[in-house]
């Protein structure tokens, strides 16, 4: 009987990694989703733009600065959590 019930921890254990992981990859998916996403790309640059003042740069020209810095980030982060596998 004990053999019976450690059995079906195991397989009740392995059963529940298999779901984590399974939602962990749609967790990844999403957050690397929504990093792709324009909106994102705009609150990260808006964000930026509001923490920092450039002196003597008009307002439109520390927006496309921003924006880009943005895009730059914006793809470091996906490369970074996209290359995220994890292991057991």
Do not use: C, H
């Amino acid at each position: 009987m004990k053999a019976v019930i450690e059995k079906m921890k195991e397989e009740a254990v392995k059963y529940a990694m298999e779901l984590a992981e399974k939602q962990a990859d749609a967790v990844q998916v999403g957050v690397v989703e929504y990093l792709k996403s324009d909106e994102f790309e705009i609150k990260l640059a808006e964000k930026m733009d509001k923490a920092v003042d450039i002196p003597w740069t008009s307002d439109q020209k520390e927006e496309k600065m921003f924006r880009a810095l943005a895009d730059l980030i914006q793809n470091l982060m996906v490369g970074l959590i996209g290359s995220i596998k994890i292991t057991k």
